[in-house]
């Protein structure tokens, strides 16, 4: 079974999603580690009940990227994972840890990229008016919230939405696409050709989700 390494920076609900989804049966990974950059993540608590493997690699106690990045790493390392999960992961990441972790690190997005990579997705969506929204699943390279696509999920923008019901809506639809993207990992579905995903080495890409 391929074992996994969460990465998160606060809440922690995605990751909350994704061990629900192992201990339902519907996820065949082993999750090795949840890892915080930030002491205080509620998430780690949340980990640390279900009896999974907590770490704290603290940004603040580390002269520059370089060298969080480099703790990053060894504290990942130590756990083998096939895969590194970034689950509300806060930190820009330097490029020689995007490198090493090549083809083995997702991250989640709030938004369809490249639409609103960065911060605030949900109130700059409602600043430019878009009717469609949604959340990426992708493959990390060293560009921010950048990488080959390998699943999205679409929402409607309603009338009336502010930045917090938009949010909801798409962050419901970020539960159901990381697992799914984390399965399909785990059973060796995904195969990355030219900078994009492939389902079951068929020339075609997933499809999307859209939610009503
Ligand atoms: C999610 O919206 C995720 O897409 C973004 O940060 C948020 C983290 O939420 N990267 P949570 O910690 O998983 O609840």
């Known amino acids: 079974m391929k074992s996994v390494v969460i990465l998160i920076s606060g809440r922690g609900s995605n990751m909350e ?50 060298l969080f990045d480099a703790a990053m790493a060894e504290c990942i390392d130590a756990h083998a994972p096939d895969l590194v999960v970034l689950a509300g992961f806060m ?26 990579p960065g911060l605030h997705t949900h109130e700059r969506a409602l600043a430019e008016g878009v009717r469609i929204h949604g959340c990426t699943v992708h ?39 990381y697992p799914l993207a984390v399965r399909w990992f785990a059973e060796g579905r995904l195969r990355l050709e030219s900078g994009r995903v492939l389902l079951d080495a068929e020339r075609a890409l997933p499809a999307p989700l859209i939610s009503p």
């Open 139 to 177: 493959f990390v390279t060293p560009a921010l919230d950048h990488g080959p696509v390998v699943v999205q999920a679409a929402v409607p923008v309603l009338d009336g939405d502010d930045e917090a019901t938009l949010a909801a809506r798409v962050l419901a639809q970020e539960h159901v696409v």
């Open 91 to 116: 930190r820009i990441l330097s490029e020689g840890f995007v490198r090493h972790y090549e083809g083995r690190l997702l991250n989640i997005h709030p938004s369809l990229l490249p639409s609103f």
């Open 17 to 66: 999603a994704l061990l629900a989804a192992v201990a339902r049966g519907e996820l065949p990974v082993r999750v090795a580690a949840v890892i915080s950059n930030r002491p205080d993540a509620k998430g780690l608590e949340t980990a640390a009940q279900q009896g999974i493997a907590t770490a704290v690699v603290d940004h603040k106690a580390f002269a520059g990227r370089e």
